[in-house]
Every structure is written in structure tokens, then in C-alpha cells.
């Protein structure tokens, strides 16, 4: 919105600022981080108030949880406020790409509140069938995905990009839908999953958007697609200002959700934070180094499904728990070290992924 200021402009005043997606990037940062302190509290009271016991807690869940019984969910609703408002503000609001990611991250926030919704109002951990959430998340992802090969240059448009390989395409067709279909999905249930400790989701979430938002930034610049090898989309560099809401509304909820936690992010943040991640990805032709960048949330999402699979067909488990984070929590480590340690994690793999800019 605030973009449109630089028509007021001349080109030597403080309106041409404006142009520069870096600046309006700082702005969008300490907007959503403002938003998210200013409402943290007050949000936290509400939903203190509405939900009487709060989320509820696993029976079969770490012992230590029981202690967390009364914490009330919903805290998503910050982040979401906060990057809403705050991407409203400072991006252009003719980019294409910028309004898909926005549907992909409200379309999911929705799922995700009437998912939080069901848990708090029954007072049990089964909220919304799980048919139903991955039926509406494949129908945002579908559109998502079909809006995106709309807007993608026409050389680019099907085309699977790989890391390191600067000149292969995979020609992906009518399957690239289907595939990015995947990637949302995927990587929206993969975040879910690793919400499960104090401030576990949230840093890994921010480390990867901030990531994302890097890539996107230089993808849609071409001195820097040309200088790198890497294949240019136009648009994409907007995404840098939704990336730095996503950082700054994630610190201000951070504040609330370090250990011991007042508020949870919930499904309401997890599913719309993931899918945000993933439609980045899918904008910016980016899905495998994705994978990398999120290499912590496909850990745990893999936990997940090893366990399930190898449960059914010997009745033994590979975890103790899974997702693996309730692994290591049986095993005895202490919450905040389990925390910490998979935010090490997630820094290397963002690393690791950025590399793949440069190596081709």
C-alpha cells in the first residue's frame, strides 16, 4: 500500500525510498514485530479467557506435558494478524505472487482455527477430521499451484528446477500442479508436526521464511539470477517483504512462546507458517532446495511416517515417541536443550540451502 507513495516521488526525496524492496522490507519487519507486541498480551488474555482449560493436553503425550494443561492455543492468530497487516502495508499489491502466498497462508490459517476451534470447544486433541483438513489443503494447494505456473515466465512454466544443476529443467507438464499440490501440503502438515515443544516450531519457521524470503529476493533481480546461474522469475523479490513480516511477526509471538510457553501457536499458525513455506517455494521454483532449507520439519515429518508404517507391520517402534522431538524427550533431554539444538539444526540446513545459489 505504502508503495503507491512513490508517485508523490521526484526521485531525490524521502517518497523514493518507497521503491526499494529492501527498505520496505525493514518496514515490513518491524511492523509485524510491533504488531506482535503491542497485541501479544492482550490476544493472550482473550484466549485465556475464551478457552477456560486451553488446548488439550495428550494422555499418551510426555510426562512433562501434563504441566502444560491450561495453556491456551490460537496463538497463530498473532502471526497471522501481524503478517497480514504488516505485508498489506509495505508490498505492492499488483504482484501476483504476493496475493497467492497470502491465499496459500490464510486459506490454511482458517483450517488450522477451525481445527483449534473443535479441540478447545470438545476439550479433546481430535478437532477436524484429518480427511477433511487434507481435502481443503490440497484444494487451496491446487489453486495456489495452478495461479503460480499462470505467472511464471513462459520458458519456466511446468519446469522443476534443481539445485547445482543451473541449466536442467524437468518438464514437469500438467503434473507440476499435482506436484506443487505436494510441496504445500507437505510441508504445512510437516510444520504441524514439529509444533509439539516451547518455541520449537517457531524459530525453524522464521530460519526457513528468512531463507526463502533471501532466494526469493534473488530470483526476481536479474543481475543477481545472472550472476548466480540461478533461472529469473519476475515478481518473486516482492516475497522478501512477506518474508520479513513472517520474521518480525514471528519474534513478537516468540516472546510469548519461549519456554514456558504462555500461549501455543496452535494449527491456526503451524498449517498457515508451513503452507506459507511451501508456496514460497513453489513461487520462486525453488520446491527441492525447500527440502533442504526445511530439512527439520521432513525430519520430523519422516519420524512420523517410518514409525506409523513399521508400527503396522512388525507392532515394534523404531522412537520411543515420534515425532522424534518427543523421542529425545523420553530419552531424557530437557525441553529447552531439545529446542535449542533443532534450532542449530535448522540454522545449518538454511545455510546449506543458500549455498545451492552459488554452487552450480
Excluded at 114 to 127: H, I, L, P, R, W
Excluded at 287 to 315: C, H, M
Amino acid at each position: 500500500m505504502l508503495y503507491w507513495l512513490t508517485e508523490l516521488s521526484d526521485g531525490g526525496d524521502v517518497f523514493n525510498l518507497f521503491r526499494y524492496i529492501t527498505f520496505r522490507a525493514g518496514g515490513a519487519f518491524l511492523t509485524a514485530l510491533v504488531f506482535g507486541f503491542l497485541f501479544g498480551l492482550p490476544l493472550i488474555n482473550v484466549l485465556r479467557k475464551r478457552q477456560g482449560k486451553g488446548q488439550p493436553i495428550r494422555d499418551d503425550g510426555p510426562e512433562g506435558h501434563v504441566m502444560k494443561a491450561g495453556t491456551p492455543t490460537m496463538g497463530g492468530l498473532l502471526i497471522v494478524g501481524a503478517l497480514l497487516s504488516s505485508t498489506l502495508l509495505w508490498a505492492r499489491l499488483d504482484n501476483a505472487f504476493v496475493w497467492m502466498v497470502l491465499f496459500v497462508t490464510m486459506g490454511y490459517a482458517a483450517i488450522g482455527f477451525a481445527d483449534d476451534y473443535a479441540k478447545v470447544s470438545k476439550q479433546n486433541t481430535a478437532g477436524v477430521s484429518g480427511r477433511t483438513r487434507l481435502l481443503l489443503g490440497f484444494l487451496i494447494a491446487g489453486l495456489a499451484g495452478a495461479w503460480a505456473a499462470w505467472f511464471h515466465p513462459a520458458e519456466l512454466t511446468g519446469q522443476l528446477a534443481f539445485p547445482v544443476f543451473k541449466d536442467f529443467l524437468l518438464n514437469l507438464g500438467w503434473l507440476f500442479v499435482p506436484f506443487s499440490m505436494i510441496v504445500i501440503v507437505g510441508a504445512a502438515n510437516a510444520v504441524n508436526l514439529t509444533d509439539g515443544l516451547d518455541g520449537l516450531a517457531i524459530m525453524p519457521v522464521m530460519i526457513a521464511g528468512g531463507t526463502l524470503g533471501i532466494i526469493a529476493y534473488a530470483v526476481g533481480r536479474t543481475d543477481f539470477t545472472e550472476y548466480l546461474d540461478v533461472h529469473y522469475v519476475p515478481g518473486t523479490g516482492e516475497i522478501l517483504i512477506f518474508s520479513a513480516a513472517l520474521v518480525g511477526g514471528g519474534l513478537g509471538f516468540l516472546w510469548y512462546n519461549a519456554p514456558p510457553a504462555a500461549v501455543f501457536m496452535g494449527d491456526t499458525g503451524s498449517l498457515a507458517l508451513g503452507g506459507a513455506l511451501g508456496a514460497i517455494a513453489v513461487a520462486t521454483k525453488h520446491e527441492i532446495v525447500l527440502a533442504i532449507v526445511g530439512g527439520l520439519f521432513v525430519v520430523e515429518a519422516l519420524s512420523v511416517i517410518i514409525q506409523v508404517l513399521y508400527f503396522k507391520r512388525t507392532g515394534k517402534r523404531v522412537f520411543l515417541m515420534a515425532p522424534i522431538h518427543h523421542h529425545y524427550e523420553k530419552k531424557g533431554w530437557a525441553e529447552p536443550q531439545i529446542v535449542i539444538r533443532f534450532w542449530i539444526i535448522a540454522l545449518i540446513l538454511a545455510m546449506i540451502g543458500l549455498a545451492t545459489l552459488k554452487v552450480r
